[in-house]
C-alpha cells in the first residue's frame, strides 16, 4: 500500500518551480543521448545540477562520484576540473578547489575562472583581492552573477546602499528564462533589510522572490526566520517544521529549537550534523558552530571547532564565530582582540556591530 | 532576538543556483549569433531569442499597389507554431531615398569611416517605424504598428499559424503569417564552421573559452595539409555534423601547403550539402504596402529592415506592484510613452539584418548586437576582413580564381591578425571598394542607372536594404532563393577580372561547371543551390514546416 501510494506521489505533478526544475532535470537524466563520453559528461553535470539545487549532502555526494568517475574516464578535462573547483568551492574546500583551478590552465582568462578566485579570496579574507577580482569579472563579463559577488562583497564591507544598487542592475540583467536567479538575487536584497532590522521590508522581498520562484526551500526559511522576528511565532514555526520534514536540515531543527527554547531538539541537530560532517565536514562545520552559539550551555569542543573554523576560512564571518565563542565561554578579552582583528580589515557588517556593542558592554562590566 | 542560522555565504549560494557549465542538451541550430544564445557551445541551450535570417524583397504582385515581404526567422523553441510568451519581437523599418551615387569615389579607410560615421548619425537619431509582435500563452499573436505616417499607432490579435489580413487605419491590408514554417536557411553550416576554424562545431568548446573558438590556424576554403583538426576524417565521418569530440590537446597547425590527394586533387572544406535540410523554424512573415510605411513611395525606394529579439525581464513575470528601486532624478524630463515602457520590460538579445555580418565578420559578440547602429564598427569590419581575406585570399587563388585580397601571391593560406584598420586596410582595400556584379541583369527589373553594390556598403549599417526597383535578390534586399552564404564568399573574389580573365559576379562559385573543371573533390559548389522544401509562390512564400 505504502509502494503504491509513494508511486502515485511520484506521478503527481510538480506543484512549484522548485519541484519543476527537479522534474526536469530527472527528465532529462533519463534522456541522455550520445557517445559515452558524452552521456557521462551530461550525466556528471545533471546530478551536479540536482545537488546544486537541493543542497542535500547526499546529492552532492553522488554529484562527486560522478564528476570523479568522468575525469576517471575521459581523463582531464578543463571544463570538468572549472566544475569541480565550483563542487569543492561549494563544500567549502578552498585547498582543493585552488588545486582543480590550476589545472584549467586555458581558462585563465574565462570571467567565470575569475569570479571564483576572487570568490576564494574573499573565502580567505583577501578583501581587495577579492574585489579586484570581481571587478576584472565584471569588466570580461558585465553578468547578474559578477554584479551580485561584487554586491556581496560590498554589503560585507560596510556599503549597504552599494550593494544594493548592483542587486538592482544586476536583476535587470535577469531575464524569464532565469527565474531562480532573479528570485536569489531578491533573496540577497531582502537580506540587506533584515540585517539592518527591517523585516517587512525584508519579507517583502522574500515573497517576491517566492512568487518569482516558488516552492524554494532557500526561500521558504527566509521566510521562516523573518516571520519569527515578526513576532509571527505560529507562522515560523509552521514553516520550519515544513522545511524539516522536506529538507532533515539541522539548522532548521536547531532554528526551531531556539524559537521554542526546546533545547531537547538540540540532540537531533546534533545526529544530522554529525551526518553531514561524516560527508563533508568542512561545509557543515560553520552551520553546526552556529548551532552551538545558540545553546545555553556551550559544547565542550566548541572553541576547538571555531579555531578550525578559522583556520579554514579566514575571513570575517569566520572570526566573528569565534570570537563569539569566546564569549559564549566567557573570555571577553579574547573575544574583543578577535573583533580588533576583524575590523583591522574592511569587513563592517551589521552583524558585527551589534556583536562590538555587545562585547564591550561585557568587558567593561568586568 | 535569536540568530537562527547560519547565513549562507554569496559565493557558495551562487554556485547552488547552477551559474555554471550546464551541457547542451538540444541540436545547435544555424547561425548561432549573438554568443549568449549561440547553442553551438556545450553550455549554452537552443533559445528562441536566436535570430536566424531576415528575409526582405518587393513583392511581385503589384497589384493594388507596390508593397514589401519581410520575413523574421528564429529558432523554434518550445517548437515549431508555438512561440515563446517571454520573447517579444521587433521588425524595425527605415524607408529612404537610394543614395546618390558620388561623382569622384575616394577609396581610402577615411572614406568608409565617414561613410560609417554620416549613417551613424542618421541612426543614432532615427525613430524607425516598427512592427512589434508578442505572443500570449494562449497562442494568439499581439501585433502592434508604431511609428508608421499614416493613422498612427495601432494593435491587432490574431492567429497564429494562419494567413492572416491586417487593416489599417488608413485603409491598407497588410498579411501576416506568425506561426511554424521549414527553415528558409539552405546551406552548408559545418562547412563554412571548417573555413573559418569553428571548434564549438567540432569539439566540447565550453562558453567561457573564448580563446579556443576560432583557432589560431589559418582559414582556408580548402583543406590543409595534415590539419588533423578540422580536416575530412573517413574514419570519423560525422565530426561536426551532430558529433563532437572533447578538444584535442594539440590545437596548432605547423604545415606549409594546402591537401592534395593521389590525383592531385584538393579537398574542398565545404560539401555542398544541406545541414538546415528537415528542420523547422518560427517565423513573423508580413506582406506591407509600400504607401502604409512611407508617405512618399516615389522618392523612399529604400525599405531599410532588420529583426531585433528581446527577452522579458524576471522582474516584469511576477511584478505585481511598483519596486522601491526610484528613477532617476531626470526621469520625469523625459516621460516614456506606452510602447517605450513596454519595451523597457524586456532585454534586447540579438539582431539580424545583413546574413553572414554577426556570424562572420563581428564574431558573434553579444556586444556587437547593434542592429542598424553598427557602424561604429567599422574600422573592426577592415580588421576582420583582413583577417579572413589571409585565409580565403590563398585559397581562391589556388582555384585558379582571381581574389580582391592583396595576400603577396602566397601559395598558402595564413594567420594573419591585425590590430588596426589602417594596417589590414590596403590588404582589403580592393575588396570592399570593388562593385560586386550581379550574373546578368534580372535583379534589375526597372532598368534605372542602379549602381553596383561596394563591399562596405553592404555591411554597414547591418540592415537588409530592400531596393524597390529591383527583385530584391541579395545585395538589392534578400529573397528567400538566394545562396547568401556563396554570395558572402564572392565579396573575396577579383570583380574584374578573376573568372578566368573575365569578371566574377556573386553567383560564380555557385557554377556547377567551374567545379567540374576544377581539381578538388568534392566537385559541389560549397553550398547547396536550392532548399531542400520548394518556397511557395504565394504569401507566407517560406514552406510549411516538416
Redo the contacts between chains.
Keep these: 500500500m505504502i509502494v503504491l501510494l509513494c508511486a502515485l506521489l511520484s506521478l503527481a505533478p510538480p506543484t512549484s518551480d522548485y519541484e519543476t526544475e527537479l522534474a526536469q532535470i530527472q527528465q532529462q537524466t533519463a534522456a541522455i543521448t550520445g557517445d559515452p563520453i558524452e552521456k557521462a559528461t551530461k550525466h556528471a553535470f545533471l546530478v551536479y545540477r540536482r545537488a546544486s539545487l537541493t543542497a542535500d549532502y547526499a546529492d552532492f555526494k553522488a554529484a562527486e562520484t560522478a564528476i570523479d568517475g568522468v575525469i576517471a574516464e575521459i581523463g582531464p578535462s578543463e571544463d570538468l576540473y572549472l566544475l569541480k573547483a565550483n563542487f569543492d568551492f561549494k563544500l567549502h574546500r578552498l585547498a582543493r578547489a585552488k588545486e582543480d583551478l590550476e589545472k584549467t590552465p586555458d581558462l585563465a582568462d574565462d570571467a567565470g575562472v575569475a569570479a571564483l578566485r576572487a570568490d576564494l579570496a574573499l573565502q580567505e579574507g583577501r578583501y581587495d583581492e577579492a574585489k579586484n577580482g570581481y571587478e576584472t569579472a565584471l569588466r570580461k563579463k558585465r553578468t547578474w552573477d559578477n554584479l551580485a559577488r561584487l554586491a556581496y562583497l560590498k554589503s560585507k564591507t560596510g556599503d549597504v546602499a552599494g550593494a544594493d544598487k548592483l542587486y538592482v542592475e544586476a536583476e535587470d540583467e535577469i531575464t524569464a528564462k532565469e527565474m531562480r536567479s532573479y528570485a536569489w538575487v531578491e533573496l540577497q536584497r531582502g537580506l540587506l533589510h533584515f540585517d539592518a532590522g527591517r523585516y517587512a521590508k525584508a519579507l517583502e522581498h522574500y515573497e517576491r522572490a517566492s512568487r518569482a520562484y516558488s516552492g524554494y526551500w532557500l526561500i521558504e526559511e527566509h521566510i521562516a526566520e523573518v516571520l519569527h522576528a515578526l513576532g509571527r511565532k505560529d507562522e515560523s514555526v509552521a514553516l520550519y517544521r515544513k522545511l524539516i520534514e522536506r529538507t532533515h536540515n539541522p539548522e532548521y531543527v536547531s532554528a526551531l529549537a531556539a524559537i521554542l527554547g526546546r533545547e531537547d531538539f538540540y540532540a537531533e541537530a546534533d545526529r544530522l550534523f554529525q551526518e553531514q560532517s561524516a560527508l563533508y565536514p568542512e561545509a557543515a562545520l560553520g552551520h553546526h558552530l552556529k548551532s552551538m552559539l545558540a545553546r545555553k550551555s556551550p559544547s565542550p569542543d566548541l572553541l576547538a571547532l571555531a579555531e578550525k573554523n578559522v583556520r579554514l576560512r579566514p575571513n570575517g564571518d569566520a572570526k566573528l564565530l569565534l570570537a563569539r565563542a569566546y564569549l559564549k565561554l566567557n573570555e571577553p578579552a579574547k573575544a574583543r582582540a578577535e573583533i580588533a582583528e576583524i575590523l583591522a580589515t574592511p569587513w563592517r557588517t551589521p552583524e558585527l556591530s551589534k556583536f562590538s556593542k555587545q562585547v564591550r558592554s561585557r568587558v567593561s562590566s568586568l | 532576538?535569536?540568530?537562527?542560522?547560519?547565513?549562507?555565504?554569496?559565493?557558495?549560494?551562487?554556485?547552488?543556483?547552477?551559474?555554471?557549465?550546464?551541457?547542451r542538451?538540444a541540436l545547435a541550430a544555424d547561425h548561432n549569433d549573438p554568443n549568449a544564445v549561440n547553442s553551438i557551445f556545450?553550455d549554452v541551450n537552443v533559445?528562441a531569442a536566436d535570430l536566424y535570417d531576415m528575409f526582405g524583397w518587393p513583392s511581385d504582385d503589384k497589384a493594388g499597389g507596390e508593397k514589401v515581404i519581410l520575413a523574421l526567422t528564429f529558432a523554434s523553441i518550445p517548437r515549431a507554431g508555438v512561440l515563446d510568451p517571454?520573447m517579444l519581437y521587433r521588425i524595425r523599418l527605415d524607408p529612404d531615398p537610394r543614395p546618390t551615387p558620388p561623382s569622384k569615389e575616394d577609396e581610402s579607410l577615411e572614406a568608409i569611416v565617414k561613410y560609417a560615421d554620416a549613417l551613424g548619425d542618421k541612426y543614432l537619431k532615427l525613430r524607425s517605424s516598427e512592427v512589434r509582435v508578442t505572443v500570449d500563452k494562449d497562442g494568439k499573436a499581439h501585433v502592434t504598428f508604431l511609428g508608421f505616417p499614416k493613422g498612427g499607432d495601432f494593435s491587432k490579435v490574431i492567429a497564429t499559424n494562419a494567413v492572416e489580413t491586417i487593416e489599417t487605419p488608413d485603409g491598407q491590408s497588410i498579411k501576416a503569417y506568425i506561426g511554424g514554417r521549414d527553415d528558409a536557411f539552405f546551406n552548408d553550416l559545418p562547412g563554412f564552421f571548417r573555413s573559418i576554424n569553428y571548434a564549438p562545431q567540432l569539439y566540447?568548446v565550453?562558453h567561457?573559452?573564448?580563446?579556443?573558438r576560432e583557432l589560431k590556424i589559418p582559414k582556408t576554403l580548402l583543406e590543409l595539409e595534415g590539419n588533423k583538426l578540422f580536416n575530412f576524417d573517413p574514419n570519423n565521418p560525422k565530426l561536426g555534423q551532430g558529433?563532437?569530440d572533447?578538444l584535442p590537446a594539440d590545437l596548432a597547425w605547423s604545415g606549409d601547403k594546402f591537401y592534395k590527394d593521389a590525383n592531385g586533387n584538393y579537398r574542398f572544406v565545404y560539401s555542398g550539402k544541406d545541414a538546415q535540410a528537415g528542420r523547422n523554424i518560427n517565423a513573423i512573415i508580413l506582406e506591407v504596402p509600400l504607401s502604409y510605411i512611407t508617405d512618399n513611395p516615389k522618392k523612399n525606394r529604400i525599405v531599410n529592415t532588420w529583426g531585433e529579439s528581446w527577452?522579458?525581464?524576471?522582474?516584469?513575470?511576477?511584478?505585481?506592484e511598483p519596486d522601491d528601486?526610484g528613477g532617476s532624478r531626470w526621469s520625469w524630463f523625459h516621460r516614456k510613452s506606452e510602447p517605450e515602457k513596454e519595451l523597457a520590460k524586456y532585454?534586447l538579445i540579438d539582431t539580424d539584418g545583413v546574413p553572414f555580418e554577426d556570424a562572420a565578420l563581428s564574431e558573434r559578440a553579444d556586444s556587437s548586437q547593434l542592429g542598424a547602429n553598427n557602424l561604429k564598427l567599422a574600422r573592426q569590419f577592415v580588421i576582420r576582413f583582413g583577417h579572413l581575406g589571409w585565409g580565403f585570399g590563398p585559397s581562391v587563388s589556388a582555384l585558379g580564381l582571381g581574389t580582391c585580397f592583396d595576400h603577396d601571391n602566397s601559395p598558402v593560406s595564413k594567420v594573419v591578425f591585425y590590430k588596426t584598420a589602417i594596417a589590414a586596410f590596403p590588404r582589403v582595400k580592393k575588396c570592399f571598394f570593388q562593385r560586386l556584379n550581379m550574373p546578368d541583369d534580372s535583379w534589375n527589373k526597372s532598368g534605372l542607372n542602379i549602381p553596383l553594390k561596394r563591399t562596405f556598403e553592404i555591411f554597414l549599417p547591418n540592415v537588409c536594404a530592400i531596393d524597390m526597383d529591383t527583385s530584391g535578390t541579395w545585395p538589392y534586399g534578400r529573397r528567400p532563393e538566394d545562396q547568401v552564404a556563396t554570395r558572402f564568399l564572392s565579396t573575396f573574389l577579383d570583380m574584374k577580372s578573376g573568372c578566368g580573365g573575365k569578371p566574377c559576379n556573386i553567383e560564380s562559385l555557385g557554377d556547377q561547371a567551374f567545379w567540374d573543371r576544377t581539381p578538388i573533390e568534392p566537385k559541389t559548389p560549397p553550398n547547396p543551390l536550392k532548399n531542400d522544401k520548394p518556397f511557395l509562390d504565394h504569401f507566407p512564400y517560406l514552406a510549411d514546416p516538416w
Excluded: F, W, Y
Design positions: 532576538m535569536i540568530e537562527l542560522r547560519m547565513r549562507q555565504s554569496l559565493p557558495l549560494c551562487l554556485a547552488v543556483l547552477g551559474v555554471l557549465l550546464i551541457p542538451l556545450a533559445s517571454d566540447h565550453p567561457g573559452m573564448a580563446a579556443d558529433k563532437k572533447d527577452v522579458l525581464k524576471a522582474a516584469n513575470k511576477i511584478e505585481t528601486r532585454k
